[in-house]
C-alpha cells in the first residue's frame, strides 16, 4: 500500500496530542444526540467502560491510550482509561447503516473508520465498513476542492505526479502518530446516522472521513473502529456539522471516574458556558492553519505563593497550553514542572519522590501516604486575569496502595525535556463544563458537578 502515501496532515501539535492521548480507554461511552435543522444544537450521554451501561462489557477490558463528552437530543458510545483519555462514539455510516464505534479526539480532525477490502487492519470485535455495501458512498477524487482540506504530502515512495497525471485518480491521505499508530486510505463521502434517546432518527448526508485500507493502532482492544477528529479542522466532526448546529462550538462536562453516571458533551447552539464563576480566556492560533486548542497560562498558583510558566517572570509565550481532554494527566515543561514541585514540596509535609513512566515519558511527583492527602490550594492563571481553582480530588490519584500522585506530570525521554507547551489533561477537567467557541475565538471554563447535569 505504498501507493496510498499522498496526503499527509502530519502537524507537530497533532502528532504529540496523539501520542498522548492514543490508545488505552476505560471509559466506555454512550452518546445520544438530536440536531434540529433549524439551527439548534443538540447533545451527547457518554458512559464510562465501568458503568453498568457500558456495551463493552461483554468484551476485554484491556487498556487503551486516548478521552472526551443535553436534554432531548442523538446517539454515540465511548470509555476511556486512567492513562488515555480517549473516548468511543457509536454512530451509524452508509446505507444500510453500520453501526461504527470511533475513538473521539481533540487532538485530531479528521473521522474515518477501517474499511474493506482491508489491506492491513487492526482486530475490531464490531466488524469493518464496506462501502461497496453502501448505497450512499462517494469517492473523492484529486481534482475536488475538499482533497486540499487535507494537505498534501509526497514521501520518496511515492510519485509526485500522482494527481497531476489523472485528477481524477482517488484522493488519498495517510497520517502517522507519534507512537507508531497511523491510517492509510481514501478520502470519501458518506451518509452519517445518529439516533436520539427518544428514538429520533437524524440523517447527515456527504460527510466527508477517511476511508483506512491500511491501519496500525500499537495498542488495541478490539472496540476502536476509528477516529472521530473533534479538533478545529475544516475536516473535523465540529467544523462539519456547524451549518446543521447552530456554529462551531461544543462543551463538554466530565464526570468523576467513581461516579457511576453519564458524562456530557454539547454541540452548537446551546453550548455556550455562561453565568457566575466562569473562567474565560482567548483560543490562539499558533499556526494559520491551527487545528489544536491552545490558551496561553501565566502561571499557577500554590496557595499564596505564584509560579510563574517562565522562570523570568516575563509574560510567556501566547498559546504556551493545550486543553486536550484526551490527554489523561496535565503535562508541563520540565523547567516549570521543577519550580512547581518546590513549592509543593515545601507546603506538603510528606515523605515525597518523582516516580518516571517509561510508557508515557512522563515523571510525577507522589507522595507516601496512608490517606488521601490534603494539598494548599492550587490555580490555573489564563491570560485575561482568569484564575481558575482546582478541587483536591482532581489533583491527586493513588498510583499504587499508599502512594498519591500529583495530577500534573513533566514529559520528558531520557532526562530530556521534549515539551515546546503545556497541556491541560482530562484529568483535571472532571466536574468542569468546558466550552470551545471556534467563532469567537475563546476558552471557557466552569466549575461544577457534572453529575447534576443529567438531572436538569
Known amino acids: 500500500m505504498a501507493n496510498l502515501y499522498l496526503l499527509h496532515k502530519h502537524n507537530c501539535m497533532f502528532v504529540v496530542i496523539t501520542l498522548l ?21 443538540f447533545n451527547a450521554h457518554l458512559i464510562r467502560k465501568s458503568s453498568r451501561n457500558s456495551p463493552f462489557d461483554k468484551h476485554k477490558k484491556t487498556k487503551i491510550y486516548r478521552r472526551l463528552i443535553g436534554s ?40 474515518w473508520t477501517q474499511c474493506q477490502k482491508c489491506k492491513a487492519c487492526y482486530k475490531s470485535n464490531f466488524g469493518v465498513f464496506d462501502p461497496r455495501r453502501s448505497s450512499t458512498y462517494k469517492n473523492i477524487n484529486c481534482r475536488a476542492k475538499d482533497c486540499r482540506l487535507v494537505g498534501h504530502y509526497k514521501p520518496q515512495d511515492y510519485s509526485r505526479n500522482f494527481c ?16 507508531g499508530a497511523s491510517t492509510t486510505g481514501v478520502l470519501s463521502k458518506e451518509t452519517v446516522t445518529l439516533t436520539s434517546n427518544t428514538g429520533k432518527i437524524l440523517t447527515l448526508k456527504d460527510i466527508i472521513f477517511g476511508c483506512g485500507y491500511s491501519n496500525n493502532e500499537t495498542i488495541n482492544t478490539g472496540n476502536e473502529m476509528g477516529v472521530i477528529g473533534l479538533g478545529r479542522g475544516p475536516l473535523s466532526f465540529v467544523s462539519q456539522i456547524a451549518p446543521y448546529v447552530g456554529g462551531k462550538r461544543f462543551s463538554h462536562c466530565l464526570v468523576g471516574e467513581d ?18 464563576g466562569v473562567v474565560t480566556t482567548p483560543l490562539v492560533d499558533t ?31 501566547k498559546g504556551n497550553f493545550m486543553v486536550d481532554s484526551g490527554t489523561p494527566v496535565t503535562r508541563l515543561p520540565q523547567e516549570f514542572f521543577d519550580r512547581l514541585v518546590i513549592q509543593l514540596k515545601k507546603m506538603v509535609k510528606l515523605q515525597s519522590f518523582v516516580k518516571y513512566y517509561p510508557t508515557s515519558s512522563t515523571s510525577n511527583l507522589c ?11 492550587v490555580a490555573i492563571h489564563f491570560e485575561g486575569g482568569g484564575k481558575l481553582q482546582l478541587a483536591q480530588d482532581q489533583l491527586l490519584y493513588n498510583d499504587e496502595p499508599e502512594v498519591f500522585c500529583f495530577g500534573m506530570a513533566k514529559h520528558t525521554v531520557d532526562g530530556k525535556d521534549f515539551s515546546e507547551f503545556g497541556i491541560y489533561g482530562g484529568d483535571l477537567q472532571t466536574n468542569m463544563l468546558i466550552g470551545f467557541d471556534m467563532d469567537k475565538k475563546l476558552v471557557s471554563f466552569k466549575p461544577m458537578n457534572c453529575a447534576s447535569l443529567n438531572y436538569h
Not at 476505560?26 to 434540529?36: D, S
Not at 481524477?168 to 502517522?176: A, V
Request: proline share 7%.
Open 72 to 111: 432531548d437530543t442523538p446517539g454515540s458510545l465511548m470509555r476511556t482509561d486512567p492513562n488515555s483519555g480517549a473516548h468511543i462514539m457509536k454512530f451509524s455510516m452508509g446505507s444500510p447503516p453500520f453501526d461504527i464505534y470511533a475513538m473521539a479526539d481533540t487532538g485530531s480532525h479528521l473521522l
Open 259 to 276: 461516579v457511576d453516571d453519564v458524562s456530557n458533551i454539547y454541540f452548537g447552539k446551546g453550548s455556550e458556558v455562561l453565568g457566575e
Open 21 to 41: 492521548l492514543c490508545h488505552l480507554v476505560y471509559y466506555c461511552v454512550t452518546a445520544t444526540t438530536y440536531i434540529n435543522h433549524d439551527n439548534g444544537g
Open 164 to 179: 497531476r497525471e489523472n485528477d481524477k485518480r482517488p484522493c488519498l491521505y495517510s497520517f502517522s502518530y507519534a507512537d
Open 287 to 317: 499556526d494559520p492553519e491551527e487545528v489544536n486548542y491552545f490558551v496561553t497560562v501565566q502561571g499557577i498558583s500554590i496557595e499564596n505563593d505564584f509560579v510563574p510558566y517562565n522562570s523570568t517572570g516575563k509574560f510567556p509565550k
Open 367 to 377: 507522595f507516601k501516604s496512608k490517606t488521601l492527602p490534603k494539598l494548599p490550594t
